[in-house]
């Protein structure tokens, strides 16, 4: 069977491919809103129905404590055929998004997806919606390209053997996960190595694969005051403001170098080495030109000091303040002091930070340094371990080839200052290997209003994933 065929089944077939992602787009899957329950089952049975007509064998199964109390897993299976002689790939994407918010800053519904011409020296031609990139968009690169082989050689994969496993609460902190690992852990050690669309590629034009993921630990904090909001007139100067004395506390999070305060935290921190950050200055990452991108100057260029900006990414740890709220937040103004104030914070972590440990340290910091009077109340949200690949495996070197193959340029190696808690899941449990072939771009506008995925980039995924499967079947 040739991968001509297939890349021409792809090319006339693009429209196609194109209005079934837009199908899938429409599902508002938000997996952190329990109102959105039914949308997100909705979408797993929309791709469960897909990779049905595909030839795959489909599951959804029941995630959570009890269970059904988490949103559904995808599994699909397809049987090799009798002569292949290859690793077993377990296709890992996930299902749910982001919520929207703000609504007000989109400049089309987010779930009734649009296509956007290529702007001059902007974007190029692109489907904007919720999920666009993140992560249906890129889970369809691969599913297309199963379309395409089962068109050509009837059969979706051409013989290679994989498993499908699609998650719904990525977004949310893969909370069911681990316990779906654990629970599948004969299923699923049967995999060989996993492969994962959910990443970036360098930039238009220059595919790359992405050999580390961070790692992520994300809490909750919430400081009490007085057992009820005061008027700031007779209370001001008298008693402690929750606000002023959280937002003083968390300005002790990082010191004047912008490294992080908490005792302990770079302890098991895996230094950067010498030839890591040789390899990552040779990409030329242009950090002046992004930061413009996002509309900063030149000398916003901060962060941990003694460090560039990809290796701050990539390969240190840090914390932020993700969201800080308390008081009285309407319009116009009113004099209060309120009973208390509260902040996301949370912490990307690098090799070999362990996310518990991580979230611990943090508490006693916090009760360390519990301003008088108050009292903190503290939630620990999720966590997952970062995760580093070796970067010479046969299955990563056919990836590389297929990029290779589907776009005329050698791939990139990169890491992402991102998390994928899959991975780390299937590392410490399984010993499986994880393989990240992204398409996304720096602009796609991830989590944010206007999220896109470009046309080229769905292109250039389909073509990638047939060529990978061409590679492991020799094709
Ligand atoms: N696909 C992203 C991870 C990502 C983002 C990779 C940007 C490369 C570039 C993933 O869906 C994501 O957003 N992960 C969360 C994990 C969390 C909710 C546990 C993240 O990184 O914040
Ligand atoms: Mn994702
Ligand atoms: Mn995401």
Known sequence: MSIKQVLDTIAASDKGS????????????????PAYKGEVRRAAEWIASQLSDLGFKVEIRDTGKPLGAGHPIVMATVEASASYKGPHVLFYGHYDVQPVDPVSLWDSPPFDPVIKPAEKGGPGERVVARGAVDDKGQVMTFIEACRAW????????????????????????????????????????????????????????????????????????TLHASNQDLHSGMWGGRCPNPITELARVLAQLHDKKRRVTIPGFYDDVRPLGKAERAAWAKLKF??????????????????????????????????EVNGIWGGYTGSGAKTVIPAKASAKV??????????????????????????????????????????????????????????????GRQAAMIKTGGSIPVAGMLKDELGIDTIFMGFGLDDDRVHSPNEKFEIDCLRLGMRSHAHFIAQLTNA
């Open 150 to 221: 089962k068109a050509v050689a009837g059969h979706p994969t051409n013989g290679a053997k994989f498993t499908v496993m699609l998650e719904g609460e990525e977004e949310s902190g893969s909370a069911n996960l681990g316990d779906f690992v654990q629970r599948h852990k004969r299923e699923l050690g049967d995999c060989d190595v996993c492969l994962i669309s959910d990443t970036g590629m360098l930039g238009r034009n220059s595919p790359a694969i992405t050999y580390g993921v961070r790692g992520l630990a994300y809490t909750e904090v």
């Open 18 to 33: 194109v209005d079934r992602l837009i199908d899938w787009l429409r599902i508002p899957s938000i997996s952190t809103d």
């Open 346 to 407: 949370s912490f990307r972590l690098v090799a070999d930070q362990d996310p518990r440990k991580i979230t611990k340290m943090f508490f006693k910091w916090c009760k360390d340094h519990t301003p008088p009077g108050c009292r903190w109340e503290l939630t620990d949200h999720h966590g997952g371990f970062g995760v580093t690949v070796p970067t010479d495996s046969p299955v990563l070197a056919a990836a590389m080839k297929a990029l290779k193959a589907a776009s």
């Open 286 to 319: 242009n950090q002046k030109a992004a930061l413009k991108k996002i509309g900063l100057p030149p000398a916003a260029d901060i962060g941990e000091a003694g460090f560039t900006a990809l290796e701050r990414e990539w390969g240190r740890p840090t914390a």
